[in-house]
């Protein structure tokens, strides 16, 4: 009975050690899309961004399909754009604009 106890308590130490790494890396997504707004679109007036699909491809590298509402502070009226962000270790690593009318692009790749 004393082994089952201490196997339980090592596996809960264990389980509350990797739960901070986890959480943080699901909080590091909307942090890199907020950094990739400001980067490309300094002059907003405001801002609205939808992920419509993600991608982990690894444990540090995740592909976000990202929507974008963007309301500049002079000339016409909102501008909606897509993009597909690359997320290293919780850091922006590269975008790629696409077409807003295609289908989801953030599948699993089929050989």
């Known amino acids: ?3 089952f106890f201490f196997g339980l308590a090592i596996g809960l130490c264990l389980a509350i050690g990797f739960l901070p790494q986890a959480v943080a890396g699901k909080q590091d997504i909307p942090r890199a899309i907020e950094s990739f707004m400001h980067l ?4 907003a007036a405001s801002y609205t961004w939808i992920i419509n699909d993600t991608v982990r491809e690894k444990d540090e590298v995740t592909v976000v399909d990202l929507q974008t509402i963007v309301i500049p502070k002079v000339g016409p009226g ?7 962000l690359l997320i290293v ?3 922006l690593a590269g975008s790629q604009s696409v077409p807003i009318d295609n289908p989801t692009l953030c599948g699993e790749q089929q050989i």
């Open 1 to 3: 009975m004393r082994r």
């Open 40 to 43: 490309h679109y300094p002059l």
């Open 78 to 84: 909102p501008r909606e754009e897509r993009f597909l």
């Open 89 to 91: 270790q919780g850091q």
